[in-house]
Each structure stands twice: as C-alpha cells, then as structure tokens.
C-alpha cells in the first residue's frame, strides 16, 4: 500500500508543481501590466491612488477581466510608448458616453470607462460647444511652384478627436482624380503625405470634411478646401549650337576678327572659359577671354590671327544652360584667314597713278606702304638699268657725230 501510495503522490506533485508555475507566470505578466499602468495613472492623478480607480477595473471590465473598458480601449488606439502621454490625450473625451469628460470622472474619482458609475448629482456640465476651423494650411492657398514632394498639412484651432481624421475627411485631388496618400495627427496638425510624388504644372485641392471633431465631439465648423499648383517641369534639353561667326570652313577672315557661338538656349556664363571655348592655330591654343551674353559667347583673341592660316573653334561638353544641362557632344567649325594681299608703291613723281595709267613703277608685294627688301631692290635695280640706257646712247650720239 505504502509503495502504491508514493506511485501516486510522485504522479501528482510534477502537475501541481507545473500548474503553480502557469499561476504564477499569469499573475506576474498580470502585475506587470496593471503596475505599467497604474503607476502612471496614479502618479499623474495621485487623488486617485487610494480611490476605487487604484483597480484593473480602471481600463478592464468588470471584475479585471482581460476585455478592454471604453477608457481602457481609448488609452490603447493612441500611438506611442509614453503612457502618461497617452493618458493625457484622452482626458477631454468622454470613453463611456455617461455626459461627463474622463477628466471630469477621474477628479470626481467615478470610472472614466464605467457610463453607470458617474459624478455625484448625475448631471453633466454644460462643456465644449465650440466648433473647431481649419487656422492654417501649408501649402497656403493659390499658393504655386510648390514642389512636388510636399506634404499637405492643416493646423485646427483646437485638439482634434484622432479616430476622425482620415483620408476620407482628409483628401487630395489633382483636377477631379483622387490622390492616394496616408493621414496623421501630431498635435493639432493633421498631415496628408501622398504615396507619390505629384505631377508638375498642376493644380491640387485638398478638402477637409465636418466628419473632423473635436474632443468634445463637436465637428468641423464647414468643410474646407484650398488649391495649390506643382512647379513646372524641371529643363532637361541640354543647349546646341545654333550658329558660329566665322562660319564653318569660311574663308578671307579678317585678322581682327572675333569668334562668335549662338547657342539654343542661354548658357551660364560661368561655363563659357578658354578651356571650353578653344580657339587653334593648328596644334598651338590661341590666348585670348571669352565672354557671354544670354544665348551668345565671344572669344576675342588676344593679338591678331595670322593670314593665310587655318584656325579651329571647339565648345567642348564643359559649357552648360541655365538648368546645369551640359552640351551633350563637342562641336568643331574650321575656318581660314585672308592671304597676304598685293601693295603698290608711291609714285615717285606723287601722282598716285598706277602702272596702267602710267603714273608710277607697280611692284608687287605685301599690302602696306613698303614692300620687302627685296622688292625695294628691285625697284632701284630698274632705275638703274633706264640710267645705264640713257647713257649708253648718248655715247652712242657722239660718235655719230
């Protein structure tokens, strides 16, 4: 009997032992729960700490059930880790419809989440009958340029009941399309964030419906709407080259000439250099400043170009417009400056004429009032030679005689 015996007893303490163990595991996630909320509840209404309210029943149902009372159901749909915030933000709301705010209850020491268990005499205070309005709005109304990712924000006069704002009281249309986004609430500020970035040149209305209350349930004063408009499009054409000066493989350029580029559009002037507008000789860089105005860049060469040489203009990538947009290949023209040009000596008799009209000795050369020294040589060489002529024929009439 005694062996039977110790068979039983050793089978049942494991079941007792595991069965105290679920016990107390239960009452200690229990107590853990009523001391994060109660503490605070507590410390923030300390009236309250030797009342009936010091009780799960504060935020359960009767008797500390696990079902959630309307205040306890109140304190748990406001976000955040804070619970004394969360407390506070659901002080002017009246959980249990009884007349009275949960403020009102609590200081009157009555279950906030209990509508039978209500402030003495039973009769609520007159409270808040004041609607709230729409005070500010960003973007502000017939606002325009504003930018594609920007949030739509409302700032009421007055805290406003969160459950009632949502994107059916808080919406956004571009012309009659619906805008898909979220909705918050951080203070008295609801924002509507779209889920994508809106369309440029376009005009939004954002609306606020009188389904927005406030604590004390009064709704929206009227619906209200505003309008706004997107900034245009963003310049994404990057500039050409329209047009050069010289033109391309021109020839008989002046030595003083200036290289002139016209583009498509302005160009930032900050871009237009000696090292993105290069003027050469052939293999050698041409020193010289470059200048724009609006669509135009001048390169003025620092000395005259030499004659009867070949230049090469290049834009490289490195010029840019208005918009940062850089020009999308480097562009090349060629042109050729005028040759060496023939000049005429004076006449020595200073009458100007020329070899045709008989009033001078023609000699070619460069243009200018001298030639080479060459050329001067051969000028005197042919008075020369009419003196020795002359010469000769007179020795020549002598003898005659």
Not at 235 to 259: K, R, Y
Request: a negative charge; aromatic letters at 6%; proline letters at 6%.
């Amino acid at each position: 009997m005694a062996s039977k015996a110790g068979k039983g007893l050793s089978a049942i303490v494991p079941g007792v032992f595991l069965s105290i163990f679920i016990i107390l595991i239960f009452q200690s996630n229990a107590a853990f729960a009523k001391s994060a909320y109660l503490t605070s509840f507590m410390a923030k209404y300390p009236a309250a700490a030797s009342s009936k309210l010091n009780t799960c029943n504060l935020c359960h149902g009767s008797g500390g059930t696990s079902t959630f009372n309307p205040f306890g159901q109140a304190v748990r749909t406001v976000s955040g880790a804070d619970i004394t915030a969360r407390i506070t933000a659901v002080e002017a709301l009246d959980s249990d419809a009884d007349g009275f705010s949960n403020k009102t209850e609590i200081a009157a020491l009555t279950f906030p989440g209990d509508p039978a268990d209500k402030p003495a005499g039973g009769t609520p205070p007159p409270g808040d009958t004041t609607p709230p309005t729409v005070s500010s709005t960003s973007p502000a109304g017939n606002q325009a340029n504003v930018a594609t990712n920007a949030a739509v924000t409302a700032t009421f006069s007055e805290a406003v009941d969160p459950a009632t704002v949502t994107t059916t009281t808080f919406t956004l249309r571009g012309g009659t399309a619906a805008v898909a986004g979220t909705v918050s609430l951080g203070g008295n500020t609801a924002t509507f964030r779209p889920s994508g970035s809106l369309a440029f040149g376009t005009t939004y209305t954002a609306t606020i419906t009188t389904g927005v209350k406030d604590l004390a349930g009064n709704t929206l004063a009227a619906t209200s709407s505003w309008s706004f408009t997107t900034g245009a499009a963003p310049d994404m054409t990057p500039p050409g080259v329209s047009a050069t000066d010289p033109a391309d493989n021109q020839a008989g350029v002046e030595l003083s000439a200036t290289i002139t580029a016209t583009f498509s559009e302005a160009i930032n002037p900050a871009t237009m250099t000696p090292d993105t507008f290069v003027l050469r000789v052939g293999a050698n860089q041409v020193t010289g400043t470059v200048s724009a105005n609006g669509a135009t860049a001048t390169f003025t060469p620092a000395a005259p170009l030499f004659d009867n040489a070949a230049y090469t203009v290049t834009l490289t990538t490195g010029i840019k417009d208005l918009a940062g947009n850089a020009l999308p290949v480097e562009y090349s023209t060629n042109f050729n400056t005028v040759a060496a040009s023939e000049s005429v000596f004076p006449d020595p008799t200073g009458t100007g004429g020329d070899a045709a009209g008989g009033g001078g000795c023609a000699v070619a050369g460069r243009s200018g009032t001298g030639g080479s020294l060459h050329e001067m040589a051969g000028s005197f060489g042919l008075l020369i030679l009419a003196a020795l002529g002359m010469a000769a024929r007179r020795r020549m009439a002598r003898r005659e005689k």
